[in-house]
């Protein structure tokens, strides 16, 4: 009896592990993959606007018959946003800059009957000439902290003085009066209105140079304004030379200051000497 339970008990066992490794042989039903999310979609950066300016030549060349002369300055805009453009919320500032150079303003005053020099400032560097052209006022451009900071316009181009310590009144009554002397010549200037679209993107500047504009490099700078905001700024390069015989003369004077200036005493003194000749009363 014992012998029937144990080969009994044998079977079951067997069976146990015959169907437990069959339903290990099984394979595992397969999950189905969860979708992959699509991509998000890139989205283009937002192109900011800049702007381009072009000369059609890079030198101009003057005589001793120069009186003056409009110079006319071409630009365009790039990526610029045609609802703005029809609301005329661009607005574009041309510049042209001369040459710093190094500069004294003296004080003359009337003593005993005599004008002379009683004061005078130096000043380190200012443009030697400066013409502006705008779409519109100033005013209505942007604010006047943006101008300061750009150092836009006449009313705000640094001018430095050599010595920095000096008495603030002082500078500043002798750099007003620099700013004064130089629109009374017609070297600083401003034309409001002097730069005007002609496409959505294609504008012309109208700058004004003065019969006594000062030669050598000049620089042209182009500042852009959306809605106030100051944008981008381009500029080029333009030379401004005398021609003929003024340019060699000019340059003689500048090569060989000791020669020039004995051939000039000398030439005065055959002038003088020929007037007294000429007008000789016997």
Known sequence: ????????????????????????????????????????????????????????????????????????????LDNADPLINRQGRYDVIVVLEGPMRPIVVRKKERVLGVWINTDSESFVSAPASYSVATTRALQDITDQNNFRQLALGTDNIYIAPLDR??????????????????????????????????????????????????????????FLFKNGIFMKESSAQLAIQKAGFEQTLFRFANTNGFAYGVLSVLLAIVIGWLGRVIFRRD
């Open 1 to 76: 009896m014992a012998g029937r339970h144990t080969g009994l008990a044998a079977a079951i066992f067997l069976l146990a592990c015959l169907g437990a490794g069959a339903h290990a042989q099984q394979p595992e039903a397969a999950v189905p993959a969860a979708p992959a999310e699509p991509a998000p979609q890139q989205v283009p950066a937002t192109l900011v606007e800049s702007i381009q300016i072009g000369l059609s030549t890079d030198r101009i060349s003057i005589t001793s018959d120069f009186s003056g002369a409009d110079l006319t300055i071409f630009g365009a």
């Open 165 to 222: 310590t000096g008495d603030p009144a002082k500078i500043d009554e002798f750099e007003a009066a620099l700013r004064g002397l130089k629109r009374t010549s017609g070297l600083y200037s401003e034309n409001i209105g002097g730069v005007q679209f002609l496409t959505q993107s294609l504008f012309r500047a109208t700058l004004r140079l003065a019969p006594n504009v000062p030669v050598g490099t000049h620089k042209a700078r182009a």
